[in-house]
Protein backbone atom coordinates (compact mmCIF):
# COMPACT_ATOMS: atom_id res chain seq x y z
CA UNK A 1 0.00 0.00 0.00
CA UNK A 2 1.09 3.24 -1.04
CA UNK A 3 2.23 5.70 1.67
CA UNK A 4 2.49 8.83 0.08
CA UNK A 5 0.34 10.60 -3.16
CA UNK A 6 1.28 12.97 -5.54
CA UNK A 7 -0.75 15.80 -6.03
CA UNK A 8 -0.14 18.41 -8.88
CA UNK A 9 3.31 17.76 -8.59
CA UNK A 10 3.38 17.86 -5.05
CA UNK A 11 4.19 14.74 -2.80
CA UNK A 12 2.13 14.39 0.41
CA UNK A 13 3.19 11.26 3.19
CA UNK A 14 0.72 9.43 5.32
CA UNK A 15 0.92 10.72 9.17
CA UNK A 16 -2.45 10.80 10.56
CA UNK A 17 -5.61 8.68 10.41
CA UNK A 18 -8.85 9.95 11.52
CA UNK A 19 -11.53 7.13 12.83
CA UNK A 20 -15.26 7.89 13.38
CA UNK A 21 -17.47 5.84 16.15
CA UNK A 22 -20.66 5.48 15.11
CA UNK A 23 -23.44 4.37 17.85
CA UNK A 24 -27.45 3.72 16.20
CA UNK A 25 -30.20 3.25 19.42
CA UNK A 26 -33.86 3.14 19.07
CA UNK A 27 -35.62 4.96 21.89
CA UNK A 28 -38.87 5.99 22.22
CA UNK A 29 -37.91 9.02 20.21
CA UNK A 30 -36.74 7.23 17.46
CA UNK A 31 -33.99 5.81 15.89
CA UNK A 32 -30.79 7.79 17.72
CA UNK A 33 -27.38 8.15 16.37
CA UNK A 34 -24.11 9.08 18.48
CA UNK A 35 -21.03 9.88 17.11
CA UNK A 36 -17.22 10.17 18.37
CA UNK A 37 -14.08 10.70 16.54
CA UNK A 38 -10.47 9.56 17.75
CA UNK A 39 -7.25 10.82 15.84
CA UNK A 40 -3.94 8.73 15.64
CA UNK A 41 -0.46 8.84 14.36
CA UNK A 42 0.47 6.69 11.53
CA UNK A 43 3.54 4.65 11.21
CA UNK A 44 5.14 2.74 8.74
CA UNK A 45 6.92 -0.94 8.60
CA UNK A 46 8.61 -2.17 5.65
CA UNK A 47 6.63 0.53 3.43
CA UNK A 48 3.30 -0.63 4.79
CA UNK A 49 1.22 1.66 6.87
CA UNK A 50 -0.17 1.36 10.65
CA UNK A 51 -2.00 2.89 12.76
CA UNK A 52 -0.95 3.67 16.26
CA UNK A 53 -3.32 4.14 19.17
CA UNK A 54 -4.77 6.90 19.46
CA UNK A 55 -6.65 9.78 21.78
CA UNK A 56 -10.25 11.25 21.51
CA UNK A 57 -10.18 14.39 18.47
CA UNK A 58 -10.72 17.60 20.17
CA UNK A 59 -12.03 20.75 18.86
CA UNK A 60 -8.34 22.19 19.04
CA UNK A 61 -7.62 19.43 16.17
CA UNK A 62 -10.94 20.11 14.48
CA UNK A 63 -9.45 24.03 14.04
CA UNK A 64 -6.17 22.53 13.14
CA UNK A 65 -7.31 19.99 10.71
CA UNK A 66 -9.77 22.63 9.21
CA UNK A 67 -6.88 25.10 8.66
CA UNK A 68 -4.81 22.60 6.96
CA UNK A 69 -7.29 20.99 4.59
CA UNK A 70 -9.17 24.48 3.67
CA UNK A 71 -7.43 27.78 4.55
CA UNK A 72 -9.97 29.96 3.85
CA UNK A 73 -12.63 28.21 5.37
CA UNK A 74 -10.50 28.06 8.73
CA UNK A 75 -13.18 28.39 12.16
CA UNK A 76 -13.36 32.68 13.06
CA UNK A 77 -14.21 34.85 15.43
CA UNK A 78 -16.73 36.98 14.51
CA UNK A 79 -18.40 40.10 15.58
CA UNK A 80 -22.16 39.61 16.83
CA UNK A 81 -24.18 41.80 15.62
CA UNK A 82 -26.61 43.13 19.10
CA UNK A 83 -29.79 43.51 16.58
CA UNK A 84 -28.97 39.60 15.58
CA UNK A 85 -32.20 37.46 17.43
CA UNK A 86 -30.80 34.15 15.55
CA UNK A 87 -29.36 32.38 13.00
CA UNK A 88 -29.34 29.05 10.92
CA UNK A 89 -30.59 27.12 8.57
CA UNK A 90 -29.38 29.18 6.28
CA UNK A 91 -31.54 32.17 7.89
CA UNK A 92 -31.22 35.46 9.62
CA UNK A 93 -33.62 37.31 12.02
CA UNK A 94 -32.66 40.56 13.35
CA UNK A 95 -34.65 43.58 14.67
CA UNK A 96 -34.51 47.57 14.19
CA UNK A 97 -36.28 50.34 16.75
CA UNK A 98 -38.31 52.60 15.67
CA UNK A 99 -36.81 55.45 13.41
CA UNK A 100 -37.14 57.70 10.63
CA UNK A 101 -35.47 56.32 7.05
CA UNK A 102 -34.83 58.16 4.27
CA UNK A 103 -37.54 56.60 2.22
CA UNK A 104 -38.34 56.82 -2.19
CA UNK A 105 -41.57 56.80 -4.05
CA UNK A 106 -41.73 56.21 -7.49
CA UNK A 107 -44.97 56.34 -9.82
CA UNK A 108 -45.92 53.55 -12.19
CA UNK A 109 -47.98 53.75 -15.06
CA UNK A 110 -48.82 49.90 -14.23
CA UNK A 111 -50.25 51.37 -11.01
CA UNK A 112 -52.87 54.52 -10.26
CA UNK A 113 -52.36 54.44 -6.72
CA UNK A 114 -48.74 55.39 -7.17
CA UNK A 115 -46.65 58.48 -6.88
CA UNK A 116 -43.22 60.63 -6.87
CA UNK A 117 -41.88 61.27 -3.49
CA UNK A 118 -39.44 61.45 -0.79
CA UNK A 119 -38.51 62.64 2.23
CA UNK A 120 -37.21 61.16 5.91
CA UNK A 121 -40.05 59.44 7.04
CA UNK A 122 -40.80 57.57 10.50
CA UNK A 123 -41.32 53.81 10.51
CA UNK A 124 -42.60 51.25 13.13
CA UNK A 125 -40.24 48.84 15.03
CA UNK A 126 -39.11 46.08 12.53
CA UNK A 127 -38.22 42.14 12.67
CA UNK A 128 -36.71 40.95 9.01
CA UNK A 129 -35.61 37.72 8.15
CA UNK A 130 -33.14 37.24 5.21
CA UNK A 131 -33.20 33.67 3.85
CA UNK A 132 -30.05 34.31 1.54
CA UNK A 133 -32.65 34.47 -1.55
CA UNK A 134 -35.36 36.14 -0.02
CA UNK A 135 -36.45 38.94 2.42
CA UNK A 136 -39.04 39.16 4.63
CA UNK A 137 -40.46 41.80 7.00
CA UNK A 138 -42.84 42.59 10.08
CA UNK A 139 -43.81 45.12 12.11
CA UNK A 140 -43.95 45.70 15.89
CA UNK A 141 -45.21 47.58 18.97
CA UNK A 142 -42.82 49.58 21.17
CA UNK A 143 -39.09 50.33 20.85
CA UNK A 144 -36.83 47.98 22.80
CA UNK A 145 -35.87 44.30 21.72
CA UNK A 146 -38.49 41.56 20.90
CA UNK A 147 -39.04 38.85 22.43
CA UNK A 148 -40.15 35.25 20.98
CA UNK A 149 -43.30 35.99 22.36
CA UNK A 150 -43.75 39.89 20.63
CA UNK A 151 -46.63 39.81 18.20
CA UNK A 152 -46.09 41.03 14.66
CA UNK A 153 -47.89 42.97 12.35
CA UNK A 154 -48.10 43.65 8.48
CA UNK A 155 -44.83 45.98 7.50
CA UNK A 156 -47.05 49.06 6.20
CA UNK A 157 -44.91 49.28 3.22
CA UNK A 158 -45.38 48.91 -0.54
CA UNK A 159 -43.22 46.35 -1.98
CA UNK A 160 -44.50 43.58 0.39
CA UNK A 161 -46.85 41.24 0.06
CA UNK A 162 -49.25 39.89 2.73
CA UNK A 163 -47.15 36.55 3.67
CA UNK A 164 -44.28 39.98 4.68
CA UNK A 165 -41.90 38.54 1.71
CA UNK A 166 -40.53 41.98 -0.11
CA UNK A 167 -40.54 41.87 -3.59
CA UNK A 168 -37.38 42.53 -5.89
CA UNK A 169 -38.47 44.52 -8.67
CA UNK A 170 -35.68 45.06 -9.91
CA UNK A 171 -33.74 45.76 -6.94
CA UNK A 172 -30.23 44.08 -6.17
CA UNK A 173 -30.37 41.53 -3.25
CA UNK A 174 -26.72 41.87 -1.32
CA UNK A 175 -23.87 39.81 -3.13
CA UNK A 176 -23.03 36.13 -1.34
CA UNK A 177 -20.44 37.55 0.38
CA UNK A 178 -22.50 40.17 2.45
CA UNK A 179 -25.59 38.20 2.83
CA UNK A 180 -25.14 38.09 6.72
CA UNK A 181 -24.73 41.84 7.01
CA UNK A 182 -28.25 43.13 8.61
CA UNK A 183 -27.30 47.01 7.09
CA UNK A 184 -27.13 45.29 3.38
CA UNK A 185 -30.40 43.85 3.68
CA UNK A 186 -31.89 47.39 5.08
CA UNK A 187 -30.26 49.02 2.02
CA UNK A 188 -31.87 46.53 -0.10
CA UNK A 189 -35.15 47.66 1.06
CA UNK A 190 -34.89 51.32 1.90
CA UNK A 191 -32.83 52.33 -0.79
CA UNK A 192 -34.74 50.78 -3.78
CA UNK A 193 -38.26 52.29 -4.76
CA UNK A 194 -41.57 52.05 -3.25
CA UNK A 195 -43.59 51.57 -6.15
CA UNK A 196 -47.03 50.32 -5.02
CA UNK A 197 -49.29 48.48 -2.34
CA UNK A 198 -49.07 44.91 -3.29
CA UNK A 199 -52.41 44.04 -2.62
CA UNK A 200 -55.58 46.22 -2.15
CA UNK A 201 -57.72 44.77 0.64
CA UNK A 202 -58.85 47.59 2.52
CA UNK A 203 -57.07 47.56 6.25
CA UNK A 204 -54.90 45.16 5.30
CA UNK A 205 -51.74 47.04 4.97
CA UNK A 206 -52.35 50.17 7.02
CA UNK A 207 -55.94 50.11 9.45
CA UNK A 208 -58.29 52.71 8.53
CA UNK A 209 -57.06 54.62 5.87
CA UNK A 210 -55.96 54.37 2.28
CA UNK A 211 -51.72 53.04 2.02
CA UNK A 212 -51.21 55.78 -1.17
CA UNK A 213 -53.02 58.31 0.51
CA UNK A 214 -51.21 57.75 4.42
CA UNK A 215 -48.04 57.85 3.03
CA UNK A 216 -48.68 60.85 0.65
CA UNK A 217 -49.59 62.62 3.35
CA UNK A 218 -46.25 61.08 5.38
CA UNK A 219 -44.23 62.36 2.59
CA UNK A 220 -45.42 65.76 2.70
CA UNK A 221 -45.62 66.01 6.73
CA UNK A 222 -43.80 63.56 7.98
CA UNK A 223 -44.90 62.62 12.01
CA UNK A 224 -42.01 62.75 14.72
CA UNK A 225 -42.93 58.85 15.01
CA UNK A 226 -45.43 56.20 12.96
CA UNK A 227 -48.58 56.07 14.33
CA UNK A 228 -48.74 52.31 15.49
CA UNK A 229 -52.50 52.47 15.25
CA UNK A 230 -52.10 52.57 11.94
CA UNK A 231 -51.08 49.01 12.15
CA UNK A 232 -52.53 45.42 11.25
CA UNK A 233 -51.49 42.83 12.85
CA UNK A 234 -50.98 38.88 11.50
CA UNK A 235 -51.26 35.87 12.96
CA UNK A 236 -47.41 35.60 13.91
CA UNK A 237 -45.34 35.82 16.37
CA UNK A 238 -41.51 36.66 16.46
CA UNK A 239 -41.21 32.83 17.88
CA UNK A 240 -42.39 31.62 14.64
CA UNK A 241 -39.72 32.66 12.66
CA UNK A 242 -37.70 30.14 14.01
CA UNK A 243 -39.65 27.27 12.52
CA UNK A 244 -38.35 25.26 9.99
CA UNK A 245 -41.62 25.07 8.23
CA UNK A 246 -41.86 29.42 8.55
CA UNK A 247 -42.09 30.05 4.87
CA UNK A 248 -44.67 27.30 3.88
CA UNK A 249 -46.64 28.97 6.98
CA UNK A 250 -46.87 31.96 6.04
CA UNK A 251 -47.06 31.30 2.11
CA UNK A 252 -50.58 30.89 3.12
CA UNK A 253 -51.34 34.18 4.25
CA UNK A 254 -52.64 36.25 1.50
CA UNK A 255 -54.77 39.03 0.86
CA UNK A 256 -57.36 40.34 -1.75
CA UNK A 257 -56.35 41.87 -4.74
CA UNK A 258 -52.70 40.54 -4.56
CA UNK A 259 -50.01 40.98 -7.66
Known amino acids: MKTSVLVTGSQFEITGAILLYRQNLDSVYGRQSNAFATIHAVSTDQ ?7 GRPMTEEDFASLVAQLAPKSRPQVEWQDHSVLAKGLGRMIWWTPPMKRAMFF ?3 KHNARSFKGQAMCPVPGMVWQATGTSLYVYAFEGDGMP ?5 LFQAPLFNVWAC ?3 CHGNAVAPVDAKKGETREWEKFLFGSRFTHPNFTEKDRLILGEDPAVFWKKMIARPTKSFPTKKLV ?3 LKVGDLLAPDFTARVSKMTAQGEF
Open 147 to 151: TQETP
Open 106 to 108: SAS
Open 47 to 53: QRPQIEA
Open 233 to 235: KVD
Open 164 to 166: GQV
